[in-house]
T-cell receptor, first 111, second 114 residues
Framework: RKEVEQDPGPFNVPEGATVAFNCTYSNSASQSFFWYRQDCRKEPKLLMSVYSSGNEDGRFTAQLNRASQYISLLIRDSKLSDSATYLCVVNMGPNDYKLSFGAGTTVTVRA | EAQVTQNPRYLITVTGKKLTVTCSQN?????MSWYRQDPGLGLRQIYYSMNVEVTDKGDVPEGYKVSRKEKRNFPLILESPSPNQTSLYFC?????????????FGPGTRLTVL
């Protein structure tokens, strides 16, 4: 079983729509969770960290479900510029500095 | 400007010809990593370094070497490249060992081994 798994998509949505997708992780001791954004084979960039209580950053909402071991990302009022691949990133344990990456979920927002 | 730089950005080479991809960061970060990214597999860690002269294997170290003689530089060495090392490579750094620290990536090196 992969350490971090994501639905690869693609999710094709019209501008203004809401899109949401999940990521599951295998290690119940995982401590830190992130969403990174990657544009067309460029370098990944941090979109947001995911906190236990859930958090928002503008149109983006991240949630963590420790019981079911998944995190989610929701994008409201999608813009063309949101088209990208979203990488789920998990720190694999309290004494582990390694980050594990999902293969990414591709989102395409159409006009 | 805080950044991670890599060179070259693109490289086409032949099997067996030694090559080095340089990586440098100007943020005084302790932790640096090399990843390769292949379709459908996500980023996989090749090697990492926790500080000067401290390096260790990641998930896919075979065929690669690294060194960390200075804090800012972390070159990736392919002594005898093979076609299965054709990939997109990213260098990354972060301030400390805490998993919560933000990781910064270089722009990537697209390597083709013929």
């Amino acid at each position: 079983r992969k350490e971090v798994e994501q639905d690869p998509g693609p999710f094709n949505v019209p501008e203004g729509a809401t899109v949401a997708f999940n990521c599951t992780y295998s290690n119940s001791a995982s401590q830190s969770f992130f969403w990174y954004r990657q544009d067309c084979r460029k370098e990944p960039k941090l979109l947001m960290s995911v906190y236990s209580s859930g958090n928002e950053d503008g149109r983006f909402t991240a949630q963590l479900n420790r019981a079911s071991q998944y995190i989610s990302l929701l994008i409201r009022d999608s813009k063309l510029s949101d088209s990208a691949t979203y990488l789920c990133v998990v720190n694999m344990g309290p004494n582990d500095y390694k980050l594990s990456f999902g293969a990414g979920t591709t989102v395409t927002v159409r006009a | 400007e805080a950044q991670v730089t890599q060179n070259p950005r693109y490289l086409i080479t032949v099997t067996g010809k030694k090559l080095t991809v340089t990586c440098s960061q100007n943020m005084n970060h302790e932790y640096m990593s090399w990843y390769r990214q292949d379709p459908g597999l996500g980023l996989r860690q090749i090697y990492y370094s926790m500080n000067v002269e401290v390096t260790d294997k990641g998930d896919v170290p075979e065929g690669y070497k690294v060194s960390r003689k200075e804090k800012r530089n972390f070159p990736l060495i392919l002594e005898s490249p093979s076609p299965n090392q054709t990939s997109l490579y990213f260098c990354a750094s972060r301030a400390g060992l805490a998993g919560a620290d933000t990781q910064y990536f270089g722009p990537g090196t697209r390597l083709t081994v013929l």
